[in-house]
């Protein structure tokens, strides 16, 4: 009775070890994935860039009043607490260490996307990418 126990105890580990293996992502897909990851940020921040010019002018009048300066007051106390030091040295720390985790979590869907769903969606899912990438050249370009 004991050796069908041990059999089956040893084919699962067998089974769950080899769920553990992700392929790896072919590089094509990596080097697609990070030019788009490029394109996506430089469209966040000449979009901020345009938020902040034309911001810039309410902001400037809204500075001038009471309440805007009691804001400003609160924020410029804020920075100065040490508390708020705390805070921000903790979340810089999570930042670099969450980096590496993300970075595999990023690679192993990356794989598993390549692997497994790529095959079958890949084509349709460039093209549809490309039909976006139209409009947002032309609502929110890159530069």
Known sequence: ???KYALALILALQ???S???IPTPAADL???YDAMKSVFYKRLLNAFGKLQVGAAPLLEGAGNSENGQAAKDYVEGLQTKPEFQALVKIATGLGQEAGPLVDKARTSVLGLYGHYV???VGESLS???DVIKVHLDKYLPAE
């Open 30 to 32: 990596v080097e697609k």
């Open 19 to 21: 769920l553990c293996q």
């Open 15 to 17: 089974v769950s070890v």
């Open 1 to 3: 009775m004991n050796t």
């Open 118 to 120: 790529r095959p079958y």
């Open 127 to 129: 093209n549809t990418i």
